[in-house]
């Protein structure tokens, strides 16, 4: 649903409190159980959470397993959307998600592994936060293929702060096997 382009700066607008939105780019993906119920429920989700707006979802692909690749292929897609919550805020609302939908990161097992669904925070408008349990932009997102072909679709121009443009990033990167779905 491509109705809105992603401008630079990533400050959208004021609310009444005075607290600007950001635009903050989510990564989407699951390997395990009905994994396109599970993204369209957290589509839902995050287009429910308080104050923030869904402005754009990309399509669901399919793609290989990355890291350990002794596993199923892995659904994937990207939302972006505006929101005065905080980075910390947005990501323990996204970690909830991930809870409901079944995910257990303190018994997922090995990293990389299976899982029921993954919600990343990649981008937070243009903020740089390097610190225990939040990095944005999110550290390989440059270098995924996964992550960059549905963010690619919905918000080329997003810049990637000390890596450039999504669509360049994208260009960079081994996209085979990636398979748009429907």
């Known amino acids: 649903m ?3 382009s992603f401008p630079h700066p990533s400050v959208v607008n004021a609310s009444v409190s ?3 939105e950001v635009r903050a ?20 989700a995050l287009a429910a959470l ?19 690749t002794a596993q199923p292929d892995f659904i994937n897609a990207a939302a972006v959307v ?19 939908a079944g995910r257990d990161r ?20 243009d903020a740089v936060i390097a610190r225990a349990g939040l990095c944005v932009p999110h550290p390989h997102l440059h270098e995924r293929a996964f992550v960059l072909v549905p963010l690619a679709e919905i918000a080329p121009d997003a810049l990637v702060p000390g890596r450039g443009r999504v669509d360049a990033l994208l260009a960079t990167v081994d996209a085979q096997g ?5």
């Not at 990636?178 to 429907?182: A, K, N, Y």
């Open 106 to 125: 303190d018994n997922q097992g090995e990293r990389w592994g299976p899982r029921a669904l993954d919600l990343d925070l990649l981008l937070f408008g």
């Open 82 to 100: 505006a929101t005065r919550l905080s980075a910390d805020a947005l990501l323990e609302e996204l970690l909830r998600i991930e809870r409901a």
């Open 25 to 44: 780019c989510i990564g989407i993906g699951g390997n395990l159980g009905d994994v396109v119920r599970s993204i369209e429920h957290a589509f839902a």
């Open 18 to 20: 005075g607290e600007p």
């Open 2 to 4: 491509a109705t809105e």
């Open 50 to 68: 308080p104050a923030t707006r869904m402005l754009r979802r990309s399509r669901l692909y399919r793609t290989p397993a990355w890291g350990v």
């Open 178 to 182: 990636i398979v748009t779905l429907g």
